[in-house]
Structures are given as structure tokens and as C-alpha cells.
């Protein structure tokens, strides 16, 4: 069994800070991508950011220049720095991994259970 757990939302003034982070266990093979996505009640979850295994990453245009992805492999965790936060970035924050359970199988898609971040003007 797999899980996927994320910390370290909250509430934070405009301008502020947040650091998420996800963390992966269970009986997991390797991971593959990481991301990071949020949804806001009544439209669809987006991508924030993502990683992959080696390091690569990509941003969705509201998030370049503010937002930094990282992970530690060995540690099977993600994180996401949030810097300059204004009011627009208020969203229940998920994590994805793509797991591979055993050598051979294909990545399955993990979520966790999303952490709340508010941001007030």
C-alpha cells in the first residue's frame, strides 16, 4: 500500500511564504514524476509544478519566479517553495507521484489528500 502525505499549509499574508512538502511510503519500487497541483472549489485541479526523476522540472506561468520544486529521492519527498503568495494562489494544494510498485510495472498515479493554503490581502 502506498500513501502520500502533505504538510505545511496555512494561512500567510499577501507577499509571504509557504514550503510544502510531500512525502511517499509503502512498498514502493521507484518514483518516477512528482508534482505539485491545486484546486480551487468549482473549477479544475492544475498543475502547479512538476519533477521528474532526474531532476527536470516545469512551472505553469502563474507560478515561474515564484515557486520552486525540489524533492529528495531517497527520502521519496517533494517540496514546493512559495514565495511573493498573493490572494489568487488560495487552493487546496495536492501532491501526485507516479509510483512503480514492482520492476516492470507501469507508474501509477498516488494523490494525497491536499493541504489548504490561504492567502489574505
Known amino acids: 500500500q502506498v500513501q502520500v502525505v502533505e504538510s505545511g499549509g496555512g494561512l500567510v499574508q499577501a507577499g509571504g511564504s509557504l514550503r510544502l512538502s510531500c512525502a511517499a511510503s509503502?512498498?514502493?519500487?521507484?518514483?518516477?514524476?512528482m508534482g505539485w497541483y491545486r484546486q480551487v472549489l468549482g473549477k479544475q485541479r492544475e498543475l502547479v509544478a512538476g519533477?521528474?526523476?532526474?531532476?527536470?522540472?516545469n512551472y505553469a506561468d502563474s507560478a515561474k519566479g515564484r515557486f520552486t520544486i525540489s524533492r529528495d529521492s531517497a527520502k521519496m519527498t517533494a517540496y514546493l517553495q512559495m514565495n511573493s503568495l498573493n490572494p489568487e494562489d488560495t487552493a487546496v494544494y495536492y501532491c501526485?507521484?507516479?509510483?512503480?510498485?514492482?520492476?516492470?510495472?507501469?507508474?501509477?498515479?498516488?494523490w494525497g489528500q491536499g493541504t489548504q493554503v490561504t492567502v489574505s490581502s
Open positions: 501526485n507521484a507516479k509510483v512503480i510498485l514492482s520492476a516492470g510495472y507501469y507508474p501509477r498515479d498516488y
Open positions: 509503502g512498498s514502493i519500487f521507484r518514483i518516477n514524476a
Open positions: 519533477i521528474s526523476s532526474e531532476g527536470s522540472t
